[in-house]
C-alpha cells in the first residue's frame, strides 16, 4: 500500500502545473491548505499536460483557448471572460492560447 501511495505522489508531481509550466504559471503564495498561482499564457504559446486539485479560477482577461485531457482526446474550444470566478474539479488537462491576446488567470487550488 505503501509503495502504491509513494509511485501516485512521484506521477502526480511529475504532472505538478507548477513544473510542467514554469514559463506560464508562477507561484504567488501558499500554505497549507491553498496555493495560489498566477496563470498567463501568451498568444499562441501552449502549457503541456499537467495537473490541479479543485479549486477556484479567477478570469483576468477575456481568453479563447483550446484544452484537451488526454493525448488522445479532441481538442475542445473554450472562451473566458474578464470577471469570471468559477469552481474547477481535479484536472488533468494540456492547453492552448488561439486567441490575440495573453490569457490571464489566479487559480486558488486547495489541498
Given at each position: 500500500?505503501?509503495?502504491?501511495?509513494?509511485?501516485?505522489?512521484?506521477?502526480?508531481?511529475?504532472?505538478?502545473?507548477?513544473?510542467?509550466?514554469?514559463?506560464?504559471?508562477?507561484?504567488?503564495?501558499?500554505?497549507?491548505?491553498?496555493?495560489?498561482?498566477?496563470?498567463?499564457?501568451p498568444?499562441?504559446?501552449?502549457?503541456?499536460?499537467?495537473?490541479?486539485?479543485?479549486?477556484?479560477?479567477?478570469?483576468?482577461?477575456?481568453?479563447?483557448?483550446?484544452?484537451?485531457?488526454?493525448?488522445?482526446?479532441?481538442?475542445?474550444?473554450?472562451?473566458?471572460?474578464?470577471?469570471?470566478?468559477?469552481?474547477?474539479?481535479?484536472?488533468?488537462?494540456?492547453v492552448?492560447?488561439?486567441?490575440?491576446?495573453?490569457?490571464?488567470?489566479?487559480?486558488?487550488?486547495?489541498?
Amino acid at each position: 500500500m505503501l509503495l502504491a501511495a509513494l509511485r501516485l505522489t512521484a506521477f502526480q508531481d511529475d504532472l505538478d502545473s507548477l513544473k510542467v509550466c514554469h514559463e506560464t504559471q508562477k507561484l504567488v503564495f501558499e500554505n497549507g491548505f491553498v496555493r495560489v498561482i498566477d496563470d498567463s499564457i501568451p498568444p499562441g504559446a501552449a502549457e503541456p499536460r499537467h495537473r490541479h486539485p479543485h479549486g477556484v479560477v479567477i478570469t483576468l482577461a477575456d481568453a479563447e483557448t483550446e484544452t484537451r485531457t488526454s493525448p488522445d482526446s479532441p481538442w475542445r474550444k473554450g472562451t473566458s471572460k474578464f470577471g469570471n470566478v468559477g469552481w474547477s474539479e481535479p484536472t488533468v488537462h494540456e492547453v492552448h492560447n488561439i486567441g490575440t491576446q495573453p490569457t490571464h488567470w489566479i487559480r486558488i487550488d486547495l489541498k
